[in-house]
């Protein structure tokens, strides 16, 4: 047998989340909201713990019913009835005194069952009346989680932050909100008129802290949660659609009760030309005591559909109960008794497909508020086509019909007519006995409601939210509020006085500012830019990339005003930022512009680095290998080129290994290893200012599109390095013209095919140096002078030291002289023992960085091998035996390349 409950109390005691649960309990339920908008968020709720296939929604504008579904989420006028569930309840019951909607709540009160527990939800004042309908209910009371008090008047000016100003007309509403858009930053705006969608948008607006204060109508009393400390009232009556009458104690109630959530108490009270609470109402509403509910609005449920007089006359029927009362102004009858009245529709309409067709016809809902005559006469255009029940809306009179309500309008009245206009098209589409192509016209007419919906937040928001707002409220002792002011160069100004400028985030206090009232309205004016620094970081936080820049100083600009600065990081290529000013601004507003500024650096680096971006994130370079992943490894570090003159032995890459670096943006050759891409002059300068945000050391940058240039004053190797240049004597000269100068000097040699050979002086353009210059240069490769012009003593022929590769530069960085090595103390070695070179210690990646992961993946160097027994010399010629040749004569095979290049290098990306 079903149990009949009744959970009675006022708001903010839970009990919706209490049958929510309960429904969920059982194997199936239904539950009746009295808004659209609160059956959605229910909807959301229970599928996100029952599964979508589980859950059905359905309201006069959206039915998604899964066919397997065993919970129902509907509007009360909307609830399928005649299922047979578990479990169903019914919500704000006390909606069932309400002349307009409250027959249908009364008719759920009555008949809607759940098979084993059905649930009644609404304010005490219907517990008397309950039982005066004999319902064999069991009442339980729920107290409220907080207190509510009362807080007295105040003007609208002075309410504390999460405040909700509640007023009865659109006039009135408009007006406080435009007020606290001047005086306090903005507000958001609810009101019934509003689509589902709209009044979320501007409940979010509020909800998220974008705007601190809420003007409503009475919408806000029913089905919005919201975390507002106190209710204002600027009014206590109202037009309910036939005249102005004063708010109840219980209306007031169910309105102010929305302050305060959960544990914590809220406030109510008056503001702006608001009469006074008498002190029995004050006291009514913070003890939730008001007078019993003691009739119900009742329509008989039993209709005849003979014919439309039988309809008229079986609606009339009066219920015989003294707690039910009939509306004698109801709108949809009403409406019917003006079809039958209707020459082109007719009295006598007879056959109950006929009569049942123009009783659903009468019922369309009022979303315009056009009241009786102007929704008659909608509606009695629909019945000419609609009336018989075969007819249906064709898909050409649909399209005519919704032509004028796609196009965008500016101003706020017409986007509310034409969002009412499109939610009475949108009920329209959800009758698949009125349509055509009901199923095309639902997604047609949702998708013109969304966008509606939109423009009308975004227009709300427009014109009563001003982020830029004037309003000085900390700090000051006067009454009257000082006009602040900030100009397009980011003077602020307090009553026309300056007293300070804005520079990005960071505000300057002017000196003079100390002339003028005093300390007090310097501290007003910084306090003052509170909203105006949120509009900024806001701003910021969604500025496009053309909007920021990086200085040498490694400081990012957003409108050419320092914003933000780099600091060190994990690495070079990872640097931490941080704001510049904005101390006192909310964290999340901070936080959202500088998330904004690290995209837009991240950005900036891949489009200027984007070889060491790719490699760093794994995007490229996953088949680089054993030599050549410890190269790539190091040129990350450096930046920009490794001088392979330093290694000891010499770095072997296989042709495969050069490939995968190649398809990675790297190079190798005998002179230098290379990021090509990084040699070009805005990479240099990204890599001077990655680095020196690094270190804390300045960086200087090459001369733009310099194939080399002289060495003047301290330039370190790393610095070099991280710009694309090797040192060669007193000149550097960049990495990929390196390459291409030794790969012409070793054609140079192979052609001449004797160890001495020619470097023709045209090589310097090569890498555009002063031929004076070019010397130092090519012994900088391990050449030296083999002969030269006896009159000039220029040199005319060059020849590879032997004690070097024959076909590479010399191990180290400084360019050998002729003269032979000296042992200890100068001295020459002994003849016949040659000196050998001293190998520098080979380098050690820092066990800290980032890219010590690639080095670790380095394949282990080969075992030693054994070393061979010395065989004996054989015994010296004589003194007078002819003498040995020359090293550099002995033997052409000693000088001849052990890996001639085959080709010559690419064309460098940034030629000089």
């Not at 309990?25 to 609160?38: E, K, S, V, W």
């Not at 609810?190 to 509020?206: C, E, F, H, I, K």
């Not at 929305?258 to 009469?275: H, K, L, M």
């Not at 100004?493 to 000196?511: C, W």
Request: charged content about 30%; aromatic content about 6%.
């Amino acid at each position: 047998m079903s149990s009949l409950k009744a959970v009675l109390g006022p708001t903010n005691t839970g009990k919706t989340h209490y049958a929510i649960e309960r429904m969920m309990g059982h194997a199936t339920g239904m539950i009746g909201l009295p808004l659209r908008l609160l059956a959605r968020e229910v909807y959301d709720r229970v599928v996100k713990a029952k599964g979508e296939k589980a859950v059905a929604l359905i309201t006069g504008e959206e039915r998604i019913e899964p066919p397997n579904a065993r919970y129902w989420i509907c509007t009360v006028e909307a609830m399928p009835v005649h299922k047979r569930v578990d479990f169903l309840a019914v919500d704000e019951i006390q909606l069932a005194e309400d002349d307009d909607r409250g027959h249908v709540f009364t008719d759920r009160i009555l008949k809607a069952r759940g098979m084993s527990e059905t649930m009644l939800l609404g304010a005490e004042t219907m517990r008397g009346v309950l039982r005066e309908l004999d319902l064999e209910v069991d009442t339980t009371t729920r107290e409220r989680f907080s207190e509510l008090h009362y807080a007295g008047p105040a003007k609208i000016t002075k309410l504390p932050k999460r405040s909700a100003v509640v007023a009865f007309s659109t006039e009135q509403v408009y007006a406080i909100g435009e007020l606290l858009k001047r005086q306090k930053g903005g507000a958001a705006i609810v009101m019934g008129a509003l689509s589902p969608r709209t009044r979320n948008a501007q409940v979010d607006l509020y909800q998220s802290g974008e705007v601190d204060y809420l003007v409503a109508t009475d919408a806000i009393g029913m089905g919005l949660n919201l975390d507002v400390d106190r209710i204002a009232f600027a009014a206590r009556s109202k037009f309910d659609g036939r005249r102005h009458r004063w708010l109840s104690a219980a209306e007031a109630g169910q309105i102010a009760g929305r302050a305060g959530r959960f544990r914590s108490d809220g406030e109510f009270g008056e503001t702006g030309d608001c009469p006074p609470f008498e002190d029995d109402v004050i006291r009514a509403i913070e003890e939730h005591r008001f007078d019993p509910v003691d009739e119900l609005q009742w329509r008989n449920s039993d209709l005849d559909y003979r014919s439309i007089k039988t309809l008229i006359a079986s609606l009339a029927r009066p219920s015989g109960h003294p707690s039910l009362r009939q509306n004698p102004h109801a709108l949809d009858e009403w409406v019917l008794r003006r079809m039958a009245e209707d020459a082109g529709i007719g009295p006598d309409v007879r056959g109950e497909a006929k009569v049942r067709r123009l009783w659903d016809l009468a019922r369309l809902p009022d979303f315009r508020k056009a009241g009786h005559e102007g929704h008659g006469r909608l509606v009695l255009g629909l019945a000419e086509t609609l009336a018989d029940p075969d007819a249906l809306l064709g898909d050409t009179a649909m399209a005519r019909r919704l032509e004028n309500l796609e196009a965008n309008v500016p101003d706020i009245a017409s986007l509310q007519h034409r969002l009412a206009m499109i939610r009475t098209w949108t009920y329209a589409a959800h009758r698949d006995d009125w349509l055509e192509n009901p199923a095309y016209w639902r997604d047609k007419t949702r998708e013109i409601e969304d966008r509606l919906s939109d423009a009308l937040h975004a227009a709300l928001t427009l014109r009563f939210v001003d982020r830029r707002t004037t309003a000085l409220l900390a700090g000051l002792k006067r009454e009257d509020l000082l006009v602040t002011e900030l100009s397009e160069n980011g003077e602020v100004t307090v009553e026309g006085h300056v007293v300070g400028k804005l520079v990005g985030l960071h505000f300057e206090p002017a000196s003079t500012a100390k002339t003028l009232e005093g300390k007090a309205v310097r501290s007003a004016a910084v306090s003052a830019l509170g909203p105006i620094m949120a509009e900024r970081l806001g701003e910021i936080a969604g500025a496009p990339a053309e909007a920021f820049g990086l200085t040498d100083a490694g400081t990012i600009t957003w409108k050419d005003a320092e914003i933000a600065r780099l600091l060190p990081g994990p690495d070079w290529l990872a640097p931490r930022l941080e704001l510049i000013g904005a101390d006192d601004a909310e964290a999340h507003r901070k936080d959202a512009a500088l998330k904004r500024v690290e995209e837009w650096l991240g950005a900036e680096m891949l489009r200027v680095l984007p070889t060491h971006a790719k490699l760093k994130t794994g995007e490229t370079g996953k088949a680089l290998e054993g030599m050549a992943r410890g190269l790539a490894f190091r040129l990350l570090e450096s930046g920009a080129a490794i001088d392979l003159r330093e290694e000891s032995p010499p770095p072997h890459v296989t042709r495969e290994q050069r490939e995968a670096m190649k398809a990675a943006g790297l190079r190798t050759g005998r002179v230098a290893a290379h990021i090509p891409e990084a040699q070009k002059p805005a990479a240099q300068r990204m890599i001077a200012i990655l680095q020196a945000s690094q270190t804390g050391e300045g960086r200087r940058v090459a001369p733009e599109g310099a194939g080399s240039f002289p060495l003047d004053g301290e330039w370190a190797e790393s610095e070099l390095h991280s710009q694309g240049y090797l040192r060669f004597g007193k000149r550097a000269v960049r990495a990929d013209l390196a390459e291409r100068l030794g790969w012409e000097i070793s054609k140079r040699r192979k052609e001449a095919g004797t160890p001495a050979f020619e470097l023709p002086a045209e090589l310097a353009s090569v890498v555009s140096c002063p031929g004076d210059e070019f010397p130092a240069i090519v012994k900088g490769f391990g050449l030296a002078p083999a002969e030269k012009d006896p009159e000039t003593g220029a040199v005319t022929k060059w020849r590879y030291l032997s004690r070097h590769r024959s076909d590479g530069p010399p191990r180290g960085n400084k360019p050998a002289g002729n003269r032979p090595p000296k042992g200890k103390q100068g001295k020459p070695p002994h003849k016949g023992r040659p000196q050998r070179a001293s190998r520098p210690a080979p380098r050690q990646p820092d066990p800290d960085s980032p890219f010590a992961a690639l080095a670790s993946l380095l394949p282990p160097p080969p075992p030693p091998k054994p070393k061979k027994k010395k065989k004996k010399k054989p015994p010296q010629p004589p003194a007078n035996s002819a003498p040995e040749a020359p090293a550099e004569t002995a033997s052409d095979a000693k000088d001849v390349p052990a890996n001639p290049p085959q080709s010559p290098p690419e064309t460098p990306e940034a030629s000089s």
